[in-house]
């Protein structure tokens, strides 16, 4: 700055600008606090709380089941996973069985779930890039998943389907039907995706070898999910710290290949997403050969008291690693529920990554990080 | 209607006034209202038709409920948009930040003054058309700028500057490729260039020389980054910049810079059209004027329209590129191919009849055998697309 400034005689500043909180690209209430010159960012420090609704408190004043419900809210983009993740916790607090059709049950509302969101992220991701039709045939894709949604469990974005125990109702076999339908329908999608905005010249351009987290900063700075995938390292709970069916189900774990610029870049992250959509769909296959006839929820009671303890449950959300804590006092309250989400540890790198970029690769930055406000507030 | 003028002053209307004066009045009054009643519903229905075109491609409905199909949507939003307030920043600058739209807006519509819509249908077939017409549009820069300094709001300024020097860059690709056929045409004039073209696709500048057909895309290219359409649209970049230029615009004024947007996209389907696909000409079918006059504006508009869907698709397929990629498309490849195009249609020009017309033959074949492609493609997209192709245009 000072250097450019004695050199040629201009006077040259920084500039301050606020990205967010009301920004067409944050997804939601999200406010970085930019330094830029000119186009250049020199910093991006993001402001996070503009939507944080207490989750975590609330779950101290509620049952465990009637906490079920808001748990739904922590990430309405995937609402399954928070509720599998807490209901887990409070299993292994109150050792209660879940039932085997449940189990099934589970794992094929939360495929179908993270397809929706990833539906949604790689569409809102175009958009950031620019491409509009691709965000809105994303989008339509999602509304057949939302109204499969709605005949599994009755409600369309957060579903409070997956209770203590299993889940709330069972997939009836017109339902199986109507999701196998979808499924030879949505694989075919993902091509003409690819075809249309993967695959592009300008989109490839845009997000080669911008933002590259390499694998040390990965792991460093706690990236989880598809973030930590797209830098080359091969995690995903579902096959490393296994729970509910999924070590019974065959499916890859896509890890990023630096498939067009190097390993870790935006592109790298966007495409783990792609691959992933593939290979929940090749789960949902494999769940619905194989779910077996019973309850679709075991007996749990009314008043669920579990014993003293505490517990930390891990699912793979399509943001990441998801994990509730919960602590029992052996109440029909939960002494203590912590809440531990992926965007919000995904935020923090921003800023390392946001020097010496654009302002248009921040927007691109903050799309393949996925980041999603109300995960990161609760 | 000079007659009607010459009575008037005989009568004693305009007593005191010189009759240039008067004269020069009359022709500016009577532009702005053939203008305006004929660009007006242009852009307005311009971008009802985006709006259509672009929600069917992306399997939505679009604008249906004002007037048959949504026609008449652009009338109901422009109603809306003069009654809403007229908000002016109280730290943005009083008088710059009001007068930016109609800067834009005139930029645009001096444009119509050189467009051939007939062999007699043009406002003033000026000797420098083509060079009145690109320093005009040119205006429009001046426009952008200023909104974008006069908002007071660091979106708006990010904004203007990146339309500055896309605008001022691309002018350069955009001339050059201008040159080429000016230089086979030997004039500058509108109409000289549509007249020494024909009305046979091989009589078309386009298809010259194999450095025109190059040229054509160049300057397509060109004009829709001169135009701030995708996927060059970064001055407005809606996902970066907000809004960009127009972040602190509201109501009529905000609408102004939509309408030039619009009404652009016209003005290069028009002006493509003029240099490089034979403007208005038809095949001598009939010697009446009027039938003439109307064929000869219905093939002009028709033409020019083509490529306002061309841009529409555009739009509706590609992403945006970032501000430093497109400035480096601008001077690392447009320039050098423009030049290259220019000099290689100067050799051309050297060349004796009959061997100019092999080489316009293998160049009509080429793009003959480019369209060709182009369909199979767009055809193996239908065949292999999941979602039914839906052909009713009308919901």
């Known amino acids: 700055m000072t250097d450019y400034a004695a050199d040629t005689g201009f006077y040259a500043e920084e500039m301050t600008i606020n990205v967010g909180p009301q920004h067409p690209s944050t997804h939601g209430v999200l406010r970085f606090v930019v330094k830029t010159d000119g186009e250049m960012i020199n910093e991006a420090i993001p402001d996070v709380g503009y939507l944080h609704r207490s989750i975590e408190k609330i779950g101290e004043k509620v049952t465990y089941h009637g906490y079920v419900p808001y748990t739904d809210r922590a990430d309405y983009l995937a609402a399954m996973f928070a509720n599998q993740a807490f209901c887990m916790a409070a299993e292994k607090l109150g050792n209660t069985e879940v039932s085997r059709r449940g189990e099934f049950c589970r794992v094929i509302a939360c495929e179908l779930n993270r397809l929706a969101s990833h539906l949604i992220s790689v569409g809102t991701f175009g958009q950031d890039i620019g491409a509009m039709t691709p965000f809105v045939h994303a989008l339509r894709e999602r509304e057949s998943i939302n109204n499969l949604m709605e005949e599994i469990c009755g409600a369309r974005l957060t579903y409070n389907y997956i209770r203590i125990g299993g889940v709330g109702y069972d997939i009836v076999p017109s339902t199986m039907t109507k999701i196998a339908e979808f499924l030879d329908h949505f694989e075919p999608i993902v091509e003409e995706f690819n075809r249309l905005l993967s695959g592009n010249k300008i989109f490839i351009e845009r997000l080669a070898n911008v933002a590259v987290v390499s694998k040390e900063d990965a792991l460093s700075y706690n990236l989880v999910g598809p973030n930590l995938r797209g830098s080359g390292i091969k995690w995903d709970i579902r096959r490393d710290i296994p729970y509910s069916v999924y070590p019974e189900l065959d499916f890859e774990v896509p890890v990023g290949t630096a498939e067009v610029g190097s390993l870790g870049d935006s592109f790298d992250r966007f495409w783990v997403r792609i691959r992933e959509m593939q290979e929940s769909v090749k789960i949902l296959r494999q769940a619905m050969t194989m779910i077996p006839k019973g309850p679709a929820i075991s007996k749990v009671p009314r008043k669920f008291r579990p014993p003293v303890g505490e517990y930390y449950a891990r699912v793979e959300a399509p943001r990441g690693d998801m994990g509730f804590y919960v602590v029992s006092d052996g109440s029909e309250y939960p002494y203590r529920v912590r809440i531990r989400t992926g965007s919000y540890t995904a935020m923090s790198i921003i800023d390392k990554l946001s020097k010496g970029i654009m302002v248009a690769d921040l927007i691109a930055l903050i799309g393949s990080l996925d980041v999603d406000a109300p995960e990161i507030d609760r | ?395």
């Not at chain 2, 040229?215 to 004009?223: P, R």
């Not at chain 2, 430093?324 to 191919?337: A, E, I, N, R, T």
């Open chain 2, 1 to 395: 209607m000079q007659a009607l003028l010459d009575q008037m002053i005989q009568e004693g209307a305009f007593a005191g006034v010189p009759k240039e004066v008067v004269y020069t009045i009359a022709m500016v009054l009577t532009a702005v209202v053939v203008l305006s009643a004929f660009v007006a519903p242009l852009a307005g229905v311009t971008s009802w038709l985006e709006r259509r075109v672009w929600a069917r491609m992306q399997s939505r409905v679009g604008p249906n409920r004002v007037g048959p199909q949504g026609i008449l949507q652009w009338l109901a939003d422009g109603i809306k948009n003069i009654m809403k307030e007229d908000i002016i920043p109280t730290a943005a600058d009083q008088k710059l930040f009001p007068l930016a739209p109609y800067v834009v807006f005139m930029g645009f519509l001096c444009a119509f003054v050189v467009i051939p819509f007939g062999e007699s249908l043009i406002v003033a077939d000026l000797n420098i058309g083509i060079l009145y017409l690109l320093s005009v549009t040119s205006l429009v820069v001046v426009g952008i700028l200023m909104a974008g300094w006069a908002s007071n709001n660091k979106w708006s300024l990010l904004g203007g500057m990146r339309s500055a020097a896309q605008i001022v860059s691309y002018e350069i690709p955009a001339g050059l490729s201008v040159l080429t056929v000016v230089f086979l045409a030997g004039t500058l004039s509108m109409q000289g260039i549509i007249k020494a073209q024909g009305w046979r696709p091989w009589d078309w500048f386009m298809f010259h020389n194999p450095f025109t057909f190059c040229a054509f895309f160049l300057f397509f290219t060109a004009a829709l980054a001169e135009g701030n359409r995708t996927p060059f649209d970064i001055p407005e970049a809606e996902s970066e910049l907000v809004a960009g230029y127009v972040t602190e615009y509201s109501g009529m004024r905000f609408l102004f810079f939509f309408f030039a947007e619009w009404g652009n996209l016209y003005v290069i389907g028009a002006v493509v059209t003029t240099l490089f696909m034979g403007g208005w000409q038809v095949p001598p079918v009939t010697d009446n004027p009027v039938l003439l006059g109307i064929l000869q504006f219905l093939t002009f508009f028709l033409k020019a329209y083509f490529w306002v869907f061309v841009a529409m698709w555009i739009r509706a397929t590609l992403p945006r590129v970032r501000v430093d990629q497109l400035m480096g498309l601008c001077w690392k490849y447009m320039v050098p191919l423009s030049f290259i195009c220019l000099l290689g249609t100067i050799g051309f020009m050297f060349m004796d009849t009959n061997s100019r017309r092999i080489f316009g033959a293998i160049t009509l074949g080429f793009a003959i055998a480019t369209i060709i492609n182009f369909f199979r493609r767009v055809g193996f997209q239908f065949r292999s697309a999941k979602p039914e192709a839906y052909w009713k245009p009308h919901i």
